[in-house]
């Protein structure tokens, strides 16, 4: 086992404390197939959350209900939600943009919300049609929304090293972008190498400044694999106390937003990177394995 031992970390919902294993946040459903060109059955995407389920997953984002106009592959995302099958002690999560998509998540049976903005403004502008601190006011009466049904919110924090738009980011500018978003109820901040290029030498310059303010057990990371950096990123992460991970099955993904970018980590490839290390992580990998099989079946051809 690691000499490095993780916080005690509460969790919206836990109970209490838990263990230092490290936990994955499943992306694959959402922030996996959202790039994806080609209409996916509602069926398919059902099948592929029962199977993350079932391969001992605890944290799958299911859905986006964002405007079907800007991503039209979550259209489908009520449907989804309803379709699942809960398997117990399973979050099912997903992002929401405003206040009608938080009211569209509760009639949908929602466990865990997420709502998103950037560390750059040109790539907010981009991507969300709103400056930061556009985007930060129209999350405070979603988290509002969330507080009255306690529910828990994530936040994400994209372009965290560098934007395809404006360049290099500053982290103290990340670190202001993540404050706020703490500030205003969410319980972590999940930290996004939007790109895919970032190196650990400036994963470790973000997480110093960072863990200067913000304790690592509010933090996860979520790396794309642009440059095949993600897992030493994640090393750089683990020497630095974080314990949740962001990734996503068979490596699906992508973001319309970043030309270039490649999707985010494969979430089979950072459970055998832990288990390489010596740290822990609960899910079967078997099982795991068939749901990777199934979501490369998912994947746009060529």
């Known amino acids: 086992m690691s000499a490095l031992i993780a916080p005690n970390i509460y969790w919206p919902g836990s109970g209490g404390a838990m263990t230092d294993e490290v936990i994955l946040y ?11 060109t080609r209409v996916i059955d ?8 029962n199977l993350l389920s079932a391969g001992g997953l605890t944290k799958i984002e299911v859905a986006s209900f964002v405007s079907p106009k800007w991503v039209p592959q979550m259209a489908d995302a009520g449907p989804v939600l309803d379709g699942i099958t809960r398997a117990s002690g399973v979050t099912y999560a997903a992002l ?9 998540a509760l009639q949908h049976g929602v466990d865990e919300i997420a709502v998103f903005t950037a560390a750059s403004e040109a790539f907010c502008l981009n991507n969300t049609n709103c400056s930061i601190a556009e985007s ?18 994530r936040g994400y924090v994209s372009t965290v090293v560098d934007c395809p738009y404006s360049g290099p980011v500053a982290p103290r500018q990340v670190l202001a972008v993540a404050r706020q978003l703490l500030d205003i109820g969410c319980y972590q901040i999940s930290l996004g190498d939007t790109l895919g290029n970032a190196t650990p030498e400036q994963v470790e310059a973000l997480l110093t400044c960072l863990l200067e303010e913000v304790p690592a057990d509010h933090l996860a990371g979520h790396f794309h694999d642009t440059s095949g950096r993600a897992l ?17 099955i068979g490596g ?30 609960s ?13 490369g079946q998912l994947k746009e051809p060529g």
């Open 26 to 36: 499943e992306v694959g459903p959402r922030d996996g197939l959202q790039n994806q």
């Open 42 to 49: 509602v069926e398919k995407k059902i099948e592929l959350v």
């Open 96 to 104: 929401v943009p405003n206040e009608r998509g938080m009211r569209a």
């Open 136 to 153: 930060l006011d129209r999350f405070a009466p979603v988290i509002e929304m969330a507080k009255h049904r306690d529910i828990a919110v």
């Open 232 to 248: 030493d990123n994640i090393s750089a992460c683990l020497a630095h106390g974080l314990r949740v991970f962001d990734a996503s």
């Open 252 to 281: 699906l993904g992508g973001c319309p937003y970043a030309p270039g970018a490649s999707g985010n980590v494969a979430t089979e490839s950072v459970v055998d990177h832990l288990l390489k290390l010596g740290y822990s992580c």
């Open 283 to 295: 899910v079967d990998r078997e099982k795991l394995q068939l749901a990777s099989l199934f979501a």
